[in-house]
Each structure stands twice: as structure tokens, then as C-alpha cells.
């Protein structure tokens, strides 16, 4: 398994520029997020989905879109570049599962390697 | 939305100490769980621990639900150990800000 894979690694854009960031996983995760992570801060969930058809916002969307056609694919679009968008960006992926003596369900996410896009 | 404090913010050890993290959320949450980024930026799920304790080698994790903490407690630090450890929680996955380890060989 590749897992969560990411496009580009890297990108330069300029201002007022669209680019569509590519995420997939071959896990058959229903639960897919983005991320961004701003230099020596934590991750801030963008928008997540839930399944194909199912997605959601989270805590700064603004300025992104995302669609999720298929289980493994969940791209994220910036469609007007601003610079206050530079930034690495994350996909994860996860699933629920048993926790088993602990009870409940657990949802570890795992990972993509990021994309690192800078806006000028 | 809920905060999520991490303590200590920086800490630097010798190779083979032992450390404990802290994560403190202003609200109950669910799905908590800590997370270490390596040097190069990997991001590394280590445990999904909403309550009680987990261990993982050297690594165990402890949440006390009730009173909104969590603990990561690294036992006989490695250089590999090195990095930025986050606490993250709530259905919106809110991230603390991190505790950067440096363990010096």
C-alpha cells in the first residue's frame, strides 16, 4: 500500500493564481481531512469529509474548495491565490474501528509527506 | 472552540531521561490523540487515546476525560525522538501548538 499520497511536493504561485492539490489513499479510509501548518504552529483543519458525496467545514476554510467524488480521492482547491495562504499542507485519512477491550471507536488518521506552497 | 494548551512549549534532554508532555483541553472533547512530527515534517499518529491509558514500547499515554488532560510520557529518550509532539482533539481535530523535543546523543 502507498497510503496517503500527496501532489505536488512543492509549488510556487503567484497572487490571483488557481491550483487544485492533489490527495489520494488506497487504505479504503471513508474519513479523509486537509490541513495547513503555518511555520512553528499546530495543524488547522480546513475541511474533512466523511465518505464519497459528504464533505464538511472545518476550522479555516476560507479560501479553499474541496469535492469528494470517490472514496480514494479528495483534492483541495485554492482558487484565488492570496499570500496569506503559504503554508505546508496536509492530507490524512482514517477509518473507525473497534477499539476492543477499551470499547468505542477509534479514528487514528494517517498521514500524506505534505505539500509546501508559497504564494508571492 | 474548545483550546488546547501544550506543555512544556520547548525541552531539551540528554539521550536516556525521561519526559512528560502535557495537554490540556478548555472543554471536554472526543477523538484525542497525540502525534509526532520528525524533524523532516512526517506526521506519525503515536496513540488515539480519548480515555485511560495506552502504551507503545517506550512510549504510553495517559487521559483523564474527566479533568480535560492528557499526558505522553517518553521513557529513555533516543535522538530519534527528536521533534515536535501535538496533542489534537474534538471533532474538528483542533491542534495545540506543540512541544519541540531535542534530545542531545
Known amino acids: 500500500n502507498a497510503g496517503v499520497t500527496q501532489t505536488p511536493k512543492f509549488r510556487i504561485l503567484k497572487i490571483g493564481q488557481s491550483m487544485t492539490l492533489q490527495c489520494a489513499q488506497d487504505?479504503?479510509?471513508?474519513?479523509m481531512y486537509w490541513y495547513r501548518q503555518d511555520p512553528g504552529m499546530g495543524l488547522k483543519l480546513i475541511y474533512y469529509?466523511?465518505?464519497?458525496?459528504?464533505?464538511d467545514k472545518g476550522e479555516v476554510p476560507n479560501g479553499y474548495n474541496v469535492s469528494r467524488s470517490t472514496t480514494e480521492d479528495f483534492p483541495l482547491r485554492l482558487e484565488l491565490a492570496a499570500p496569506s495562504q503559504t503554508s505546508v499542507y496536509f492530507c490524512?485519512?482514517?477509518?473507525?474501528?473497534?477499539?476492543?477491550?477499551?470499547?468505542?471507536?477509534?479514528?487514528?488518521?494517517?498521514f500524506g509527506p505534505g505539500t509546501r506552497l508559497t504564494v508571492t | 472552540g474548545i483550546q488546547v494548551e501544550q506543555s512544556p512549549p520547548d525541552l531539551i534532554l540528554q539521550e536516556g531521561a525521561n519526559s512528560t508532555l502535557r495537554c490540556n483541553f478548555s472543554?471536554?472533547?472526543?477523538?484525542l490523540q497525540w502525534f509526532h512530527q520528525n524533524p523532516w515534517g512526517q506526521l506519525i499518529n503515536l496513540f488515539y487515546?480519548?480515555?485511560g491509558t495506552k502504551q507503545n514500547g517506550r512510549l504510553s499515554a495517559t487521559t483523564v476525560a474527566t479533568e480535560r488532560y492528557s499526558l505522553l510520557y517518553i521513557s529513555s529518550s533516543q535522538t530519534t525522538d527528536s521533534g515536535v509532539y501535538f496533542c489534537?482533539?474534538?471533532?474538528?481535530?483542533?491542534f495545540g501548538k506543540g512541544t519541540r523535543l531535542h534530545i542531545l546523543p
Open positions: 490524512a485519512s482514517s477509518y473507525p474501528h473497534p477499539m476492543g477491550l477499551a470499547g468505542g471507536l477509534g479514528y487514528e488518521q494517517y
Open positions: 487504505m479504503n479510509h471513508n474519513y
Open positions: 469529509s466523511v465518505g464519497a458525496g459528504i464533505t
Open positions: 472543554d471536554s472533547v472526543n477523538n
Open positions: 487515546i480519548p480515555s
Open positions: 489534537a482533539g474534538d471533532d474538528k481535530i483542533i
